[in-house]
């Protein structure tokens, strides 16, 4: 099997993972559709401030999840399309943007194939974006970023906003358990995608938190793929991306190890008691 082919059977594992853990993550997170409706927005001021002025411009959101990033968006004023491996999330967010009364279009593909094929119906967008929980399910980095290059109009930016590498460096109750150097790039976990919403109900949205499926556990194994923050920024001004914007932040989303302390905008920062370190980071590249 070539290397293409073993990174496209991984991809088609975390399909199926995600596929179950989709319908978990939701099951807790209320009425989306009347949040949106009544003004709501997912967006976080990292992601604002990354992304600028959007209205009246074309922007995709690759591996949108369930659509509510790409629906908040849509709602700034953009012409979005959210791209998604996960059946699922995309059926979710396709009704999840008509009970909102916003226009939003949604693709299930696997991001190279969707990159791919835009590419050859001459496809270009303003704004490519993504967020959060991103780049650890791409398999080639320099593929990716390619394809991010070839969908973009010129003086067109990519911004991504992601949890930094070095938070695999400690577990959740901030004992110090791994390098940050990778000494395998593929990560398998046999529990899945797991329903991390349960972990921090009420936290990681700002959805009301309703209990749903619980006791969930993943029947499909997931495979993620391991980076430092060099190999990425590399792999992203290596597309002939400039990267003009690149900031390491001190606070995370949702309750991902103990005793954090929440702050606005739906984020938490390390107890007092342990030394800052970055947990996100973002970045804005800019095409030449």
């Known amino acids: 099997m070539s ?24 099951s807790h997170k ?6 949106f409706r009544e ?3 997912t967006l976080r001021p990292e992601e604002l401030g990354l992304l600028g002025e959007v209205r009246d411009l074309r922007v995709v959101h690759l591996l949108c999840n369930s659509g509510q990033d790409t629906v908040s968006i849509a709602r700034l004023g953009a012409d979005v399309t959210g791209v998604d491996i996960s059946d699922e999330a995309i059926v979710f967010a396709t009704q999840l943007a008509a009970e909102a009364g916003v226009a939003a279009t949604f693709v299930r593909a696997d991001v190279y194939d969707w990159l791919e094929a835009a590419a050859e119906r001459e496809e270009q967008f303003d704004v490519v974006f993504s967020s959060y929980g991103v780049v650890h399910w791409i398999s080639d980095l320099d593929r990716w970023s390619a394809g991010i290059a070839a969908i973009l109009k010129a003086g ?4 991504l906003v992601d949890f930094h590498p070095a938070e695999r460096m400690f577990s959740r109750d901030w004992r110090y358990i791994g390098d940050y150097f990778p000494r395998e790039r593929v ?9 991390y919403i349960t972990r921090s109900p009420g936290r990681l949205s ?19 793929f391991r980076y430092t923050l060099g190999q990425i920024v590399t792999a992203i001004g290596g597309a002939g991306l400039r990267i003009e914007v690149l900031e390491e932040y001190p606070h995370t989303i949702a309750m991902r190890f103990d005793r954090m302390r929440e702050i606005a905008g739906y984020r938490v920062l390390p107890p ?8 996100l980071y973002g970045l804005r590249a800019c095409k030449r």
């Open 156 to 159: 067109g930016r990519f911004v």
């Open 272 to 279: 007092e008691d342990v030394p800052s370190a970055p947990l």
């Open 30 to 35: 209320g009425d989306q559709a009347r949040y």
């Open 187 to 195: 990560d398998s976990l046999a529990e899945g995608v797991i329903d």
């Open 3 to 26: 290397d293409l082919q073993s990174a496209r059977t991984l991809r088609e594992a975390n399909r199926r993972s995600w596929n179950a853990a989709t319908r978990a993550h939701n």
């Open 206 to 224: 700002p959805f009301t938190y309703e209990a749903g499926i619980e006791d969930f556990q993943n029947p499909h194994p997931s495979h993620l």
């Open 39 to 41: 003004g709501g927005s």
